[in-house]
T-cell receptor, first 112, second 116 residues
Framework: SQTIHQWPATLVQPVGSPLSLECTVE??????LYWYRQAAGRGLQLLFY??????ISSEVPQNLSASRPQDRQFILSSKKLLLSDSGFYLC???????????FGEGSRLTVL | AQKVTQAQTEISVVEKEDVTLDCVYE???????LFWYKQPPSGELVFLIR??????QNEISGRYSWNFQKSTSSFNFTITASQVVDSAVYFC?????????????FGTGTQLKVEL
């Protein structure tokens, strides 16, 4: 069966520090991968999605970047964190363009 | 642009009551998909259902049922005989199939509190 894991689960970082959140999927090949952010107030915002290795689409201009160095690995990064980057980050995968998304456990980032 | 509206920010019910969570959507796509997700306090989003735009049959899964009405652009979710374990935030979501990725647009969620 397919599984998705992301880490770290919790992160507290100072403003201006770098960020790296990692997500891996197992049990499937060539998944579509996604990064969402959930800020206070519960709305989920799509940040990046990827349909293949090194194929990343950005949905919102921001301080973050994403990379997909391997088929089942998706990384969210920042060179310098801002206070506004605080939130709950969720990685997800889907099997093709019409399938449901399956989410990881989430990573809670607090920028101080 | 796609939009999902969940007008109910928070609902409180007593256990065993039935509760309906409303979802209204906007899209210009003729083919689209609708979803419901549950987010318990642990934070992980749990997939509940997917429905395509051509299938307006209502669906029942145990205590859960969904009413899709294309004429009113609504996809409502009913929990029958609610239980404390149903307490969570519930999200309705919509996707088109353009761009090669399944980009879900989420509503802002409805916090459901089920009390004893």
């Amino acid at each position: 069966s397919q599984t998705i894991h992301q880490w770290p689960a919790t992160l507290v970082q100072p403003v201006g520090s770098p960020l790296s959140l990692e997500c891996t999927v197992e049990g499937t090949s060539n998944p579509n991968l996604y990064w969402y952010r959930q800020a206070a107030g519960r709305g989920l915002q799509l940040l990046f999605y990827s349909i293949g290795i090194d194929q990343i689409s950005s949905e919102v201009p921001q301080n973050l970047s994403a990379s997909r160095p391997q088929d089942r690995q998706f990384i969210l990064s920042s060179k310098k964190l801002l206070l506004s980057d605080s939130g709950f980050y969720l990685c997800a995968w889907s099997d093709g363009p019409t399938g449901e998304l399956f989410f990881g456990e989430g990573s809670r980032l607090t920028v101080l | 642009a796609q939009k999902v509206t969940q007008a109910q920010t928070e609902i409180s019910v007593v256990e065993k009551e039935d509760v309906t969570l409303d979802c209204v959507y906007e899209t210009r796509d003729t083919t689209y998909y609708l979803f419901w997700y549950k987010q318990p306090p642990s934070g992980e989003l749990v997939f509940l259902i997917r429905r395509n735009s051509f299938d307006e049959q209502n669906e029942i899964s145990g205590r859960y049922s969904w009413n899709f009405q294309k004429s009113t652009s609504s996809f409502n979710f009913t929990i029958t005989a609610s239980q404390v374990v149903d307490s969570a935030v519930y999200f309705c979501a919509l996707s088109g199939i353009t761009g090669g990725g399944n980009k879900l647009t989420f509503g802002t969620g409805t916090q459901l509190k089920v009390e004893l």
